[in-house]
């Protein structure tokens, strides 16, 4: 079983196995049909395309008081549906890959363990890895037959907007945001109307996960730089701007040796959508 990554060549020996589910996960927050158009261009054999505004994430509710993010949760129940449509039973071993270092194949991967399905993994390198091997991609899609999945206890946590209104107070979680350092100091916003982070957040930018090659560094090399953030993972939450990069995160902590953190999943854009929540900028 993958829980956490998986090499090209241990893919490739695996694409024709019935029990394996594979996922493209590609995506663009400024372009939301690249990842379909890049997909329809030539994928993975045997791959499905996984939509992270559509199949995993709720719709948005109304910006204001009440928003919860530019990608909410999806319901539980209808995850569900979805990932039985797409073939996935409880005995699958699903594989999530993109060509931005694992940057929204987190997503899926941290989706799966929501629902307490342990055996779903990221490409490490993506793409780039894939290809550098010499591997091809293809543009057919072969439909599969639904599947059986079922919900079991989760494998990963959250906390709400509320629990970290109240830790303004108590400091009692460390709250590691994944954004790109500018959009963390509130310079350079281009996607959410407010620029800054949550008072008291800490900053790993989630490409910081990766080598120059866009795959991941060693699991003692993130231990490393996860110790020197947080003291427990167990009092860690992670966050981003809309819930999808602080997955990467947690599957680095992971990859590390460190589970137990959370996720926060509304995020910075939940966050900066109620003026009544303090705002902070610069380092």
């Known amino acids: 079983m993958y829980t956490t990554l998986i090499q090209a060549n241990e893919l490739a020996s695996h694409l024709n196995d019935s029990d394996w589910v594979i996922f493209d996960c590609r995506h663009d927050l400024l372009k939301p049909t690249a990842g379909s158009d890049a997909f329809a261009a030539g994928h993975i054999q045997n791959a499905q395309f996984a939509d992270i505004d559509t199949a995993l994430s709720a719709p948005k509710t109304a910006r204001g008081v009440d928003f919860t993010g530019r990608h909410p949760l999806p319901d539980r129940n209808a995850l569900l549906a979805t990932l039985r449509g797409w073939g996935i039973d409880d005995d699958t071993q699903v594989v999530a890959y993109d060509s931005q270092g694992g940057m929204f194949a987190a997503r899926l991967w941290w989706l799966l363990r929501w629902l307490g399905h342990p055996a779903v993994a990221v490409l490490d390198g993506g793409?780039?890895?894939?290809?550098?091997?010499?591997?091809p991609?293809?543009?057919?899609?072969?439909?599969?037959?639904?599947?059986?999945?079922?919900?079991?206890?989760?494998?990963?946590?959250?906390?709400?907007?509320?629990?970290?209104?109240?830790?303004?107070?108590?400091?009692?979680?460390?709250?590691?945001?994944?954004?790109?350092?500018?959009?963390?100091?509130?310079?350079?916003?281009?996607?959410?109307?407010?620029?800054?982070?949550?008072?008291?957040?800490?900053?790993?930018?989630?490409?910081?996960?990766?080598?120059?090659?866009?795959?991941?560094?060693?699991?003692?090399?993130?231990?490393?730089?996860?110790?020197?953030?947080?003291?427990?993972p167990q009092t860690a939450v992670m966050q981003c701007g809309s819930g999808v990069t602080a997955c990467h995160n947690l599957l680095a902590l992971e990859v590390a040796g460190l589970p137990g953190a959370a996720l926060y999943p509304g995020s910075w854009s939940e966050w900066c959508a109620d003026p009544a929540r303090p705002v902070a900028t610069g380092n």
């Open 127 to 135: 793409l780039a890895a894939w290809q550098a091997q010499g591997l």
């Open 137 to 232: 991609l293809v543009t057919p899609v072969a439909p599969r037959a639904a599947g059986k999945l079922t919900e079991k206890p989760s494998l990963t946590r959250t906390v709400s907007v509320q629990e970290l209104i109240a830790n303004l107070e108590t400091q009692a979680l460390n709250v590691i945001d994944a954004r790109a350092p500018d959009r963390y100091r509130g310079e350079n916003e281009t996607i959410d109307p407010v620029g800054g982070h949550i008072p008291g957040a800490k900053n790993r930018f989630f490409k910081d996960n990766l080598q120059a090659d866009g795959r991941f560094k060693s699991a003692d090399e993130l231990q490393r730089d996860f110790s020197a953030l947080i003291a427990s």
